[in-house]
């Protein structure tokens, strides 16, 4: 079979991300969670989170990662998760985890974000692994600015440039073209992707204290079929951009993909995600 639709531009991610919650908790949730426990442990250095006292905002949360890092490490702690995707809420909410409350939020849009309050009250507020998909990254972390009490810490993670999953599906591709090029995996081919970019954002918003940095954390597998179940069932849009972006036949990738995990990334077992971690205060 070749494909013959064009790249999807994710341009609905309410509906593209809710189709993809539950594939999405258990791999790239896990993934992200590596990183969320980093970027709680660091915040704390900085400002620490108190209970009570404490209000965390988790701008982009999906499934929880970072919600499930910052309760399991501070038990009580008050928590606003938000997303644009009811579905992936309702994994969170299914969790029923003590003072986190869910709220369905568009983060690129500033007059729905308000909704997230009109007072400046959050404590510590993070974002991780969802600007990158939003054409206004600016506008987000200005609204989380605005959201901030003063002395209040942001956090943020986006992926970095080197990225296992998008790397070896164009290490295949390219075995049977090898003109293949990756499509960029976010709607905005000029998405952050660099520690300067955030920082520069930062400054120019105001935030002190500014700490970034590269941190490397491991996409789990246990084999290549546990990882072509996930690409081929997941329905996670970024896996489906790069599948349709592929002209040739898709059987032959499948095969070629196959070959690359058992003999580049050791049965599936070495795939590493490239993460940029920032943090800054009011
Ligand atoms: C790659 S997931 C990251 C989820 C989670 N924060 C993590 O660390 O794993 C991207 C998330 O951003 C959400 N998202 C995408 N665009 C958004 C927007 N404009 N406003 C709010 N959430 C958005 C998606 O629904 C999805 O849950």
Same mark, same amino acid.
């Given at each position: ?30 993934? =992200? ?74 983060? @690129? ?17 993070? =974002? ?45 591709? /390219? ?8 499509? @960029? ?14 920082? /520069?954002?930062?400054? /120019? ?39 349709? @972006?592929?002209?040739?036949? /898709? ?32």
């Amino acid at each position: 079979m070749s494909a013959s639709k064009d790249v999807p531009d994710l341009t609905n991610p309410a509906e593209s991300w809710s189709t993809a919650s539950t594939s999405y908790a258990e791999r790239v949730g896990r993934m =992200s969670r590596h990183a969320a426990n980093h970027l709680i442990h660091i915040s704390h250095d900085l400002h620490p989170f108190r209970v009570p006292g404490s209000y965390v905002l988790d701008n982009g949360a999906g499934t929880g990662p970072l919600t499930d890092a910052v309760t399991e490490l501070f038990p009580g702690i008050r928590v606003l998760a938000a997303d644009v995707a009811p579905g992936m809420l309702e994994t969170l909410d299914a969790k029923q985890i003590h003072n986190v409350t869910t709220r369905v939020a568009d983060a @690129s849009e500033l007059n729905n974000v308000a909704a997230l309050g009109t007072d400046a009250s959050f404590t510590h507020a993070f =974002s991780t692994f969802m600007v990158m998909f939003t054409l206004e990254p600016l506008n987000v972390v200005r609204e989380m600015h605005r959201v901030l009490e003063p002395g209040g810490l942001i956090g943020l993670g986006i992926w970095g440039e080197r990225l296992g999953p998008n790397t070896l599906w164009e290490e295949a591709c /390219q075995t049977l073209d090898p003109t293949y090029k990756l499509p @960029s995996p976010f709607a905005d081919p000029n998405a952050w992707r660099t520690e300067d970019e955030i920082a /520069q954002a930062f400054t /120019q918003l105001g935030f002190k204290e500014i700490h970034t940095e590269i941190y490397k954390v491991p996409f789990e597998f246990e084999n290549t079929a546990a990882y072509l179940k996930f690409w081929y069932g997941a329905k996670n849009p970024v896996a489906d951009r790069f599948k349709l @972006s592929f002209k040739g036949d /898709q059987e032959e990738a499948k095969k070629a993909l196959e070959k690359v995990l058992k003999e580049r990334y050791n049965d599936a077992k070495s795939i590493f995600v490239e993460t940029v971690l920032a943090i800054g205060r009011k």
